[in-house]
């Protein structure tokens, strides 16, 4: 057995030198062959659902998370079309969902039989951001609505994108932005252009994407808002006065001597809430030139910082624009007008009823508290008092008889027809030497 194993390995060895001696003398040549690999799909995600509902559900998962490409395992398919159900599913989204009618251009969905589920590749086509997405707030009352207004215009951003099922239309929202302004001029430097989009047009529940236009950067309204605060803080500290009657007349007496009536600018404006300085609280305040609508806001922001009741009327001055305010004293509301106080004088336009108010202005009078206080300028600087008579029997009193300073007095020495006067017709004469 061992001669044979012996012999085995002989032979082996013997083939093996033969071999390597013919790849030594002779020419080698290697060949190999390159398959081409067939094209697979990148690798997606993959989720799977059991029923529309959850598909749909996925669905808008996705958009929220701004994911363009997915692959959606559909199990339990029970219908007869698969394909033309999945699309009309996202169609649905696409149009009548808030969010997808919102963020979306555009679904895609092709689905392929796989055994015994479908494979569903989806591919959607924004039209929004991310960003755009992630800003969307659910509001659901009224107050939470003027809040978050109120937030992004006193950030002066450039748009809001809230999601309610209040039904609002576009004017609602803008007659909600014009009466945050008018209550708020501390905060927002200037009234911004609206427009509102609503997403779906129809529903009980939407979206409302609306755009703030401004005249200057936000950067740079941002800027004013500080300038403005600022202000508005060292015109308020400077009011003095025991009551508030007193605090409100230091106030008007403050801005009137600060801020000039722009005549010019109150020719050309035709609107309230107009982008001109001169109609800003900023205007008035910072820059010191305004028209009425300027003065009125500048007058709420500094009444605001005291903690007075102060409120900005729109309306009409001998039939221009014009805004004014009014003030809750002592129990009883009373129109201002610093501007007109300005041009006219304070007794024209300070602590006036309505009226004082009806032969030269014009205002919503049904919305509008009335005024019928009883306190008037006087109550505060007093009345006006003549000038006192002069004393007859004053001896500085030029018309008393016995002034000796009158040189037509016939008491006085130095009037000629005197007759004690020295050198009068009767007085003894004056001797030159002395």
Partial sequence: MKQIIFLILI?????????????????????TFHEVAPYEKPPVEQISVSDMDEFKETLLQLIMEHESVTQIQYLNFDGEDVQTEIQRACDEIMLKHPIGAYAVEKITADATRIVSYFEVDIEIIFKRTREQLESIVNVSTQRYMMTQLLSSMGQHKEEAVIRTSMQLSDEDIAEQIKEIYYENPRRIVMLPFVTVEIFPEEGMDRIYEIKFGHAESSGMLQQYGENLSVSVRRNAEIAVGDTDAEILFSLVGNLMASTEFDEGTARTLSTHGAQNFAATAFGALVRGSAVGEGFAMAFKALCDELGFDCRVVL??????????????????????????????????????????????????????????GELTLEDIIGPDEPDEPEDPDNPDNPDNPDNPGDPDNPGNPDNPDNPDAPGGSDGEPIDEEE
């Fill in 315 to 372: 309306g009409l001055h001998d039939g221009r624009v014009h805004a004014w305010n009014i003030v809750l004293l002592e129990g009883a509301f009373y129109h201002i007008d610093v501007a007109m106080c300005v041009v006219n004088g304070l007794e024209t336009a300070f602590l006036k009823t309505d009226e004082d108010f009806e032969e030269m202005y014009d205002w919503d009078k049904e919305n509008t508290v009335r005024c019928e």
């Fill in 11 to 31: 032979l082996a060895a013997l083939f093996a030198s033969a071999g390597c001696g013919n790849l030594l003398e002779g020419d080698f040549e290697s060949i």
